[in-house]
């Protein structure tokens, strides 16, 4: 899977996301302090991940700020962009399982080494079908930004 990752400051959780991510096969492109002479701003590296997603470039993404708040804002200002901030593998899930979320934000500061795989082993879980509500719900998102509905 093809992963663009912006992160606002090079830290070791930054660094770790990166590796785990590889380590699992994934296919990544880096935008912001992880990558020499990109913009580091949250707003600007985050919108640059969350536009690779949006233009078919990446198929998912990791967007990642001090607290994840300013990023998931960021990546959310994309059409076609579901960003979630997720703190737990618990939140992953459900972003992923009935809000069909395409990119994953998260926060630098409270994010340890263990939850980041426990988050990323939720949010790249295989995913059923979501139900017809959860369909339409996310159709609805769809129409807010102004993007093609998932469904008919």
């Not at 990446?58 to 959310?76: H, L, P, Y």
């Not at 992953?92 to 080494?113: I, M, P, Q």
């Not at 017809?132 to 998102?141: A, F, I, M, P, S």
Request: hydrophobic residues 40%.
């Amino acid at each position: 899977m093809r992963i663009s990752v912006s992160s606002d400051m090079d830290e070791p959780v930054a660094r770790a996301l990166l590796a785990e991510l590889r380590e699992r096969g994934h296919e990544v492109s880096v935008h912001g302090a992880l990558s020499p002479g990109s913009d580091a701003r949250w707003a600007f590296c985050s919108e640059a991940a969350a536009r690779d997603v949006a233009d078919g470039t990446a198929d998912q993404a990791v967007v990642c700020c001090w607290t994840g708040t300013g990023a998931s804002i960021a990546a959310n200002k994309v059409p076609g962009v579901r960003a979630a901030l997720c703190t737990d593998a618990y939140t992953a899930d459900g972003a992923r399982r009935w809000n069909d979320a395409n990119v994953l934000a998260l926060g630098l500061r409270l994010t340890s080494e263990p939850q980041l795989r426990e988050i990323l082993d939720a949010w790249f879980a295989p995913v059923s079908g979501r139900d017809e509500e959860d369909r339409h719900n996310v159709d609805r998102l769809t129409l807010l930004d102004g993007t093609r509905p998932t469904t008919g």
